[in-house]
């Protein structure tokens, strides 16, 4: 395997990882600080037990987080060290303000964890939504640093030397908000989901069926109702991509002719060779709708592109397919969800079975979601400025350290997984 | 703005030192205790360390994020030759951290704990080794700086900067500081009976690292290493070294009449004055490479980008110190509380 091959794998081998970890760190700390809530104001021991079950997930899951994001920070510069040395101090606002969100996600969480029956109540509760938003924060300051590398911004590029920067100009890229909209929406749509599926096999299973009931309705909430918002923001973003990477829409779509009046192929198998779409449904000017809000606007193709700029079609249009898909199918089950809170005969063995179902979908259109966004990059590290292969780290053998961190990080993911049935299973031989 | 950056650098670099050490030498503690205390050894560390070693540990991440705004043609050189050692820095913080949390947070205690207990204990060594390896290589002078690094070999560009008896030593004078900061700090939180043990450790790591520090001098001296030569010869790294050394005395008073915040301090300024001494040696040249030194105010990022992250710093200090001082506060009133309570935990 090539140094650059390995180095890219080991990136989004590391990333796919370490956003599990990052969103479930970031969306539960709200479902516990609601059920937390609710122990307040009811008084009920159910959500006592809920809230501290829940409050051991988001330690663990914080603290994968935490090391694998530390691994991150780590790995830009010793995988990239020529992208770091030229776009981290372009960049480094929205790190180092990441890292004070960080902080303060850390001290609050020391606060939430410890605190019970020591600090005040209303207090300790407060701990707990700070953890939230630190986190959220967290997040939308790192998308900041993705979103830089897709529309960079913040200074000047003349003979091959970076002028004039301009670190704030270059946080507030104007790829930053889409971004940050999206990948929120997706994290408490992808955790939500995921949650409320978990719970909703304990209730299927009929293990403590008010407990688990409590905790769907609280995770499937806040995931329905970010799926169901998810279109909108997935819309500016396909109209933003339209105008800012023209090419990367042109690999979502696999449209390889410029068009006006483009059709949105839905499905699909890509031929790269005989640049077509096979097997597809085209729904005529769609696509130029969807990009540019007018039936007949002309839709650049990828031929219209050199072809050392063009990104993997295929692997950006399965991504992209898939991404969409599960959306709307999410979408459906957060409308269905509600409508069922009026038919309460619809809460059968069926209905939680589909939840369960539908527990890993939203990860999987989240990890879509940035394959899209990442593959449809390439070949550029940083847009139309730097590209990937010449910002790798010229120490050989990065094949090596990708297989360490595949063994490592599966072995994490396998524990976690572990624990957190470990969990759930002490969690339901409880008194509550 | 300047001295600003390079001021929550060397804070940074210090609380990372510090606190993240004595969260490291939390774990060489255990590993080299008897069965029986290694229970209490993990008790007291719950206890002491559970609220606070995340937040220990983010004071890496900000060294680094300074490093590679600020600095970056000095965080290039890490990055690149350091990989190896970095690599395996990376990997041992992550055991730990993961086993840390899965020992006190799995909800079935059975013999997985051993495995826990075990990964924890050896990253715990196994990190601070190669952390002081890292810092060892940047002084060691052994990092080739050449305008095409595939002119050199595999070897000499990512082996030998820090595969050398200095950076072995480095490493091991930091990983037996790191004992002595953490036992140190458990003395003050445990019973008469059960300090007695930790200031045994507190003893035996002050010889340690005072053997160590004494084979790298005699090594550095007699095979004309440039960085310890520099270092004998620099008055202000001799006085505090000499210094440091003439605080273990005031250490051994505290310590004995049970002043466990005044011990902490002046073990923390004695770890204080041998990092300002390793940096002063050669200061501003942080990276003593095989034909140059490389100076860290050199090689900084533009104007705006150092006014920008100054601003930051501060707004991300006033925020964070409080909060912080306020954590360690809490849980230290709350600790007198429970031994009221005769302890729940």
Not at chain 1, 132 to 151: D, P, Q, R
Not at chain 1, 391 to 411: D, H, R
Not at chain 2, 259 to 283: D, E, N, P, W
Request: net charge positive; charged share 15%; proline share 3%.
């Amino acid at each position: 395997m090539e140094n650059l091959d390995a180095a890219r794998l080991q990136m989004a081998f590391t990333l796919i990882f370490h956003i599990v970890f990052a969103c479930i760190g970031m969306v539960m700390p709200f479902f516990m600080v609601v059920s937390h809530y609710k122990w307040l104001k009811t008084r009920d021991k159910i959500y006592l037990t809920l809230t501290k079950s829940w409050q051991k997930g988001v330690a663990i899951f914080f603290v994968t987080g935490a090391v694998s994001g530390t691994a991150l920070s780590f790995e830009l510069g010793l995988l990239w060290p020529e992208f770091m040395k030229h776009a981290g101090p372009i960049i480094g606002m929205p790190f180092s303000l990441e890292g004070a969100a960080f902080f303060v996600e850390a001290i609050a969480l020391g606060f939430y964890l410890y605190g019970w029956n020591k600090l005040p109540e209303k207090f300790h509760w407060f701990t707990g939504i700070i953890i939230g938003l630190s986190g959220v924060a967290s997040g939308i300051l790192v998308v900041a640093a993705n979103g830089w590398m897709n529309s960079p911004t913040g200074f000047d590029y003349i003979d091959g030397q970076f002028l004039n920067i301009d670190p704030v100009k270059a946080m507030l890229n104007p790829a930053w908000f889409t971004q940050a909209l999206h990948m929120t929406l997706a994290a408490f749509t992808a955790t939500g989901f995921a949650v409320a599926g978990i719970h909703a096999f304990q209730v299927y299973k009929k293990r403590k069926v008010a407990l688990h009931k409590k905790a769907f309705k609280i995770a499937i909430t806040f995931g329905a109702i970010a799926a169901i918002l998810q279109p909108i923001s997935g819309d500016i973003s396909a109209k933003d991509i339209a105008k800012r990477q023209p090419v990367k829409l042109a690999a979502m779509e696999a449209h390889y002719h410029t068009e006006k009046g483009a059709p949105l192929y839905i499905g699909g198998v890509v031929d790269t060779k005989t640049q077509e779409v096979k097997y597809k449904i085209a729904l005529p000017g769609m696509l130029s709708f969807l990009a540019f809000g007018d039936f007949d606007a002309e839709v650049k193709g990828l031929n219209d592109f050199p072809e050392d700029e063009r990104p993997n079609v295929a692997i950006v249009h399965y991504a992209f397919q898939i991404m969409v898909g599960i959306g709307t199918l999410l979408l459906f089950a957060g409308i269905l969800y509600f409508i069922s809170l009026k038919r309460k005969k619809w809460f059968n063995n069926k209905y939680w079975l589909l939840f369960v179902f539908l527990a890993p979908m939203g990860f999987i259109a989240l990890e879509a979601g940035w394959i899209v966004t990442e593959v449809g990059r390439q070949p550029w590290i940083i847009h139309k400025i730097m590209r990937t292969k010449d910002a790798v780290t010229p120490m050989p053998g990065i094949v090596f350290s990708f297989y360490m961190y595949v063994a490592v990080y599966l072995t994490l993911a396998i524990a976690v997984t572990w624990l957190m049935l470990r969990q759930i299973k002490v969690l339901n031989n409880s008194n509550h | 703005m300047l001295y600003v950056v390079l001021f929550f650098l060397i804070f940074s670099l210090y609380l990372y030192v510090v606190l993240g050490g004595a969260d490291y030498g939390a774990g060489i503690v255990e590993l080299f205790s008897s069965e029986e205390n290694q229970k209490i050894t993990k008790k007291t560390i719950y206890r002491v360390m559970g609220p606070v070693w995340e937040a220990n540990h983010i004071w890496i991440i900000i060294l680094i994020v300074i490093l590679w705004i600020a600095f970056p043609a000095y965080y290039n050189i890490m990055v690149v030759n350091l990989h190896i050692p970095l690599t395996i820095v990376l990997l041992g913080v992550t055991l730990r951290g993961v086993a840390f949390v899965f020992r006190h947070y799995d909800a079935v205690i059975d013999n997985s704990q051993k495995l826990y207990d075990g990964m924890f204990k050896i990253s715990s060594l196994i990190t601070p080794i190669f952390l002081g390896m890292v810092f060892g290589a940047l002084i060691g002078g052994k990092i080739k700086i050449v305008d095409d690094i595939s002119t050199l070999t595999f070897y000499e560009a990512f082996i030998r900067p820090w595969f050398n008896v200095f950076s072995i030593l480095v490493g091991l004078f930091f990983a037996a500081l790191c004992a002595f900061l953490s036992s140190v700090l458990l003395i003050g939180e445990s019973e008469k009976e059960v300090s007695k043990i930790y200031i045994r450790k507190a003893n035996i790591a002050t010889v340690i690292v005072f053997i160590v520090g004494l084979i790298t001098f005699i090594y550095g001296y007699v095979f004309e290493h440039v960085f310890v030569q520099d270092f004998l010869q620099n008055n202000y790294a001799l006085t505090f070294m000499l210094l440091s050394g003439g605080l273990l005395i005031p250490l051994r008073i505290t310590i004995r009449k049970g002043r466990r915040v005044l011990s902490r301090f002046f073990a923390g300024l004695q770890v204080f004055l041998i990092l300002l001494a390793a940096l002063v040696s050669h200061f501003p040249d942080i990276i003593v490479t095989e034909t140059s030194s490389i100076s860290l105010l050199e090689n900084i990022a533009p104007d705006s980008v150092i006014k920008v992250l100054g601003i930051s710093l501060i707004i991300g200090g006033a925020i964070i110190l409080p909060g912080l001082f306020h954590l360690l506060k809490s849980f230290k009133m709350i600790k007198i509380l429970e031994q009221h309570n005769n302890r729940s935990i």
